[in-house]
Every structure is written in C-alpha cells, then in structure tokens.
C-alpha cells in the first residue's frame, strides 16, 4: 500500500492556473504510475491524467487536453498535475490515485488501489 498526500488546490478565477502535488510513501514510487482524477458536485468520479513511471507514456481526458500538464519527480515521490487556462468546470476535489499493478497506467479508476484524501479545486467565473 502507498500513502498519498495531495496539496495546491485552492481558489482562483477563470483563466488562472494551479499546480497540484502528491507526495507518495510506502513502497516504490517508481514502479509504479500514478493518476489524477476528480470528483465535482453530484456527478462521479473521473479520469484527469495518468502518467507512466518514467513519463513516457501519458494520458489526457479530452476536457483538459492542452491545459493540463501531469509530470512526476521520482527523485521527490512526487506527481504533479499543473493547471492552465482553468474554467468553472473545472471546479472539484482531485485526487491522485497509485496503481494496483506495477508498471501500469490505466485510466479506470477501478484499477486504483490507493488514493489520497483530495484537494478542493474551485475556478470563480
């Protein structure tokens, strides 16, 4: 099992950007993917970003295709989500999310076995 603790969220007006962090303990960070996903208001969880454990494999949901960038340090234990050109929409908790298997990078969030507790992400129009 893996501990994540996420931080960066906060307020910020449309068009701003934020950069999110997780920083993972408990087992080898770097065999493992690591992926973002949020959760707004009355709707299900979702796919934001997932990153291979190197960085040379990437996925995008379409929504936040070219303004959201996931890159990690592993030297860190850390996964980062950076946010650009934010819109309201884009207001939720996200949560980075570690893998049941090494070396995948799924984009299903029934393939997640750890999760952190969340960050609030609120874009004002």
């Known amino acids: 099992q893996v501990q994540l603790v996420e931080s960066g969220g906060g307020l910020v007006q449309a068009g701003g950007s934020l950069r999110l962090s997780c920083a993972a303990s408990?087992?080898?960070?770097?065999?493992?993917?690591m992926g973002w996903f949020r959760q707004a208001p009355g709707k299900e969880r979702e796919f934001v970003a997932a990153i291979s454990t190197r960085g040379g494999t990437i996925y995008y949901a379409d929504s936040v295709k070219g303004r959201f960038t996931i890159s990690r340090d592993n030297a860190k234990n850390t996964v980062y989500l950076q946010m650009n050109s934010l819109k309201a929409e884009d207001t939720a908790v996200y949560y980075c999310?570690?893998?049941?298997?090494?070396?995948?990078?799924?984009?299903?969030?029934?393939?997640?076995?750890?999760w952190g507790q969340g960050t609030q992400v609120t874009v004002s129009s």
């Open positions: 408990g087992r080898s960070f770097s065999t493992y993917g």
């Open positions: 999310a570690a893998p049941s298997r090494p070396f995948s990078v799924p984009t299903g969030q029934n393939d997640y076995g750890s």
